[in-house]
């Protein structure tokens, strides 16, 4: 696993303290501090990399963590 960047730790802190959740709900939960769009890369990116899956809902993608803040922590710090 590669180690991420500031912009894409800062959405695994969301995804992480939310437990999962849409694009819009790590918007919300980050007070609105990237463009949608550019959250919505990053966490395709995040996806990519191995660090979270999605789930379909209809036409939106519902993202889990998979892997745990403290796995990160044990590779990476």
């Known amino acids: 696993m590669e180690k991420l960047t500031i ?3 800062e959405a695994m802190q969301a995804i ?4 999962g959740g849409f694009v819009k709900d790590l ?3 980050m007070q609105g501090t990237v463009p949608y769009t550019t ?5 395709k ?6 660090y979270v899956v999605h789930e379909r809902y209809a036409n939106a ?5 998979k ?3 403290k796995e ?3 590779r990476f710090l």
Do not use: M, R
């Open 7 to 9: 912009q894409e730790e």
């Open 27 to 29: 918007l919300d939960e």
């Open 39 to 43: 959250l919505a890369s990053t966490v």
């Open 67 to 69: 892997i745990t803040q």
């Open 16 to 19: 992480w303290k939310l437990n």
């Open 61 to 65: 993608h519902k993202y889990l963590p």
């Open 45 to 50: 990116n995040l996806e990519k990399k191995g």
């Open 72 to 74: 990160y922590k044990g």
